[in-house]
């Protein structure tokens, strides 16, 4: 069992920079793959960025490759989105999950566990 908690999120500018965390509970955090997430309002869920357990493999969807960067502390047992540059098409809930498994997954089904979610919302 994996418990995931999100924070980091909030309300920035266009063109401004957030960290989001993602904080896992367990002793097997680097035995999951991790991924981020995001629903904006009146929209599906959709994928955005992943990494393997190792954290030497890293994976994203189009509109995010160049702002985003995904990385993780097994260590430390967090995993982190790096979101710069953003855009008032970011605004969304972000949530992060844990894959069992050691590559990259870009679909919802492949997710195991998941976090509740944190609100970014960026202002033009």
């Known amino acids: 069992q994996v418990q995931l908690v999100e924070s980091g999120g909030g309300l920035v500018q266009a063109g401004g920079s957030l960290r989001l965390s993602c904080a896992a509970s367990g002793r097997t955090f680097s035995s999951y793959a991790m991924g981020w997430f995001r629903q904006a309002p009146g929209k599906e869920r959709e994928f955005v960025a992943a990494?393997?357990?190792?954290?030497?493999?890293?994976y994203y969807t189009d509109s995010v490759k160049g702002r985003f960067t995904i990385s993780r502390d097994n260590a430390k047992n967090t995993v982190y989105l790096q979101m710069n540059s953003l855009k008032p098409e970011d605004t969304a809930i972000y949530y992060c999950?844990?894959?069992?498994?050691?590559?990259?997954?870009?679909?919802?089904?492949?997710?195991?566990?998941w976090g509740q979610g944190t609100q970014v919302t960026v202002s033009s």
């Open positions: 990494i393997s357990w190792s954290g030497g493999i890293t």
């Open positions: 999950a844990a894959a069992s498994g050691s590559y990259y997954y870009t679909r919802e089904s492949q997710y195991h566990y």
